[in-house]
C-alpha cells in the first residue's frame, strides 16, 4: 500500500496560550477543538494523495455530495494520554487501524493502511502538542476522531469514486465528573441498532443514527442510555449506542456477549478480556438473555454489570427499565470493586503509571 507523507501547514491562527489553557482547565467532551486537522484524498483514479495537516475549519462540500445522502461513512475514537515524563502516547492503535480497515471494507469505502493511519494521528498529535492535556489533571486527555466518507458529488448509487480521510481532536475531561454514578439503563424492544447481514460490526455514523430513536425513548422514561437487543428474537442483550456490556458473575466469572456480527468489537472490550485472567476473572463469551440479567441482579448471581467504551472507559449500570417493569441495580453507588479495579487497572497502563506488558502503547510525542 502506499505510504502517504503528511505535510504540516501550519495554522497562522492559533488559540492563544491563555484561552487554551482556559479551555483545557475544564474541556468537557467533544465541544471545542484543536488548532489543527488532518485531510487526505483518495480518488479511484490515484489512490490516497494529499495528506496534510492543515489549520482546523469547515471543509468544502458540494451538496451533492454521496455521504450525504447514502451515509457511506465511518469513524474511529482513540486517545492521545500525557504522561508523567511529558510524552504522550495513545492505546493500540494498530486495532483501531484494523478496524477502520474492516470498517471500510463493510462500507465500500477505500483501506488506509495501518502505517498511514498511525502517521495521520502522529502528524496531528505533533502539531497539537499543547493541546493534550497535562498528567496529574485527572482523567484529562486529547480525544482522536478519524473519520472517512464519501466526498464525490454524484447522487448515483454506487461506491464513491472520490473520499476524503480526516482527523480532528478534542480535549476531552473526565467522563465523570464527581464519582462514578452508574448509569440507568433503557430495554429498546421496538427499535434495534444493528440487524444480521447489517452494518452493525462496523463503525459508522448510520449505526448511531438508528440507535438514536431508542435513546430517546429511553430519556423519556427516564434513562440515562438505551440497551439494544438482537434484532431477530428480541431476546439476546447486545450492547449499548456506543459501548459493550460486561456481567461480573458471584462465581468468578466475566462475561460478555459474544460477537454475533451486529455487535461492535470494541478495543477496550477485547483488553478487558485479555486483562480478566491477571484479576483472576474467567472471562466469557457467550449469548445472554435479557432475562438472565433480570433474574440475576435479583437472586445475586450477578454481582456488577459495567458498559465500556474509550471515552468513558468503565461505566457502572445501575436500574435496568422496560416497558411495565424495572429491575434493581446491577451496581452499587460508585461502582463495585470489580468495576473499579478494571477501570483503574486500564487507565493505570494508559496513563504510563503501570508497566505495558502487552505492548499496548504508542509513542505519538
Ligand atoms: C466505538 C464503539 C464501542 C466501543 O469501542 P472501543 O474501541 O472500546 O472504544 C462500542 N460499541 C459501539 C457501537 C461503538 O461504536
Given at each position: 500500500m502506499t505510504q502517504l507523507t503528511f505535510t504540516t501547514e501550519r495554522s497562522s491562527n492559533l488559540v492563544s496560550d491563555i484561552e487554551r489553557e482556559q479551555i483545557l482547565s475544564d474541556p468537557g467532551f467533544g465541544t471545542t477543538f484543536t488548532d489543527?486537522?488532518?485531510t487526505a484524498t483518495w480518488t479511484a483514479e490515484h489512490g490516497?494523495?494529499?495528506?496534510?495537516?492543515?489549520?482546523?475549519?469547515?471543509?468544502?462540500?458540494?451538496?451533492?455530495a454521496a455521504v450525504l445522502h447514502y451515509a457511506q461513512e465511518i469513524f474511529e475514537g482513540m486517545k492521545a494520554y500525557r504522561h508523567e515524563d511529558g510524552s504522550v502516547w495513545t492505546f493500540r492503535p494498530e486495532a483501531n487501524a484494523a478496524r477502520m480497515a474492516r470498517s471500510a471494507r463493510r462500507l465500500a469505502?477505500?483501506?488506509l493502511s495501518e502505517e498511514d493511519f498511525i502517521a495521520s494521528l502522529t502528524a496531528l498529535v505533533q502539531a497539537d502538542e499543547k493541546w493534550v492535556p497535562a498528567y496529574g489533571t485527572g482523567e484529562t486527555s486529547l480525544y482522536l476522531r478519524p473519520f472517512m466518507f464519501?466526498?464525490?458529488?454524484?447522487?448515483?448509487?454506487?461506491?464513491?469514486?472520490?473520499?476524503?480521510?480526516?482527523v480532528i481532536a478534542s480535549p476531552a475531561g473526565a467522563y465523570f465528573k464527581g464519582g462514578l454514578k452508574p448509569v440507568s439503563l433503557w430495554v429498546s424492544q421496538d427499535y434495534a441498532r444493528a440487524g444480521d447481514g447489517g452494518t452493525g460490526a462496523a463503525k459508522c455514523?448510520?449505526?448511531?443514527?438508528?440507535?438514536m430513536a431508542g435513546q430517546i425513548e429511553g430519556a423519556d422514561h427516564g434513562c440515562d442510555q438505551a440497551v439494544f437487543l438482537d434484532s431477530a428474537t428480541h431476546t439476546y442483550i447486545e450492547e449499548l449506542g456506543g459501548m459493550n456490556l460486561f456481567f461480573v458473575m458471584k462465581d468468578g466469572r466475566l462475561r460478555t456477549p459474544a460477537l454475533t456480527g451486529s455487535i461492535l468489537e470494541g478495543i477496550t472490550r477485547d483488553s478487558i478480556l485479555t486483562?480478566?485472567?491477571?484479576?483472576?476473572?474467567?472471562?466469557?463469551q457467550e449469548r445472554i438473555e435479557i432475562q438472565e440479567w433480570k433474574d440475576g441482579v435479583v437472586s445475586g448471581e450477578i454481582t456488577e454489570i459495567f458498559a465500556c467504551g474509550t471515552a468513558a472507559v468503565v461505566t457502572p449500570v445501575g436500574e435496568l427499565r422496560w416497558d411495565g417493569g424495572s429491575a434493581p441495580s446491577g451496581s452499587?453507588?460508585?461502582g463495585g470493586e470489580v468495576t473499579r479495579a478494571i477501570r483503574s487497572t486500564l487507565l493505570d497502563i494508559q496513563y504510563g503509571r503501570a508497566t505495558d506488558t502487552r505492548g499496548w502503547m504508542t509513542r505519538l510525542v
Open positions: 489543527h486537522m488532518v490516497w494523495h494529499d495528506a496534510v495537516v492543515r489549520e482546523f475549519g469547515p471543509l468544502q462540500l458540494s451538496p451533492a469505502l477505500p483501506e464519501a466526498s464525490e458529488a454524484f447522487l448515483g448509487v454506487r461506491p464513491a469514486r472520490e473520499v476524503t480521510y480526516s455514523g448510520g449505526n448511531y443514527a438508528s440507535s486483562l480478566a485472567k491477571d484479576l483472576d476473572l474467567e472471562p466469557v452499587p453507588e460508585g
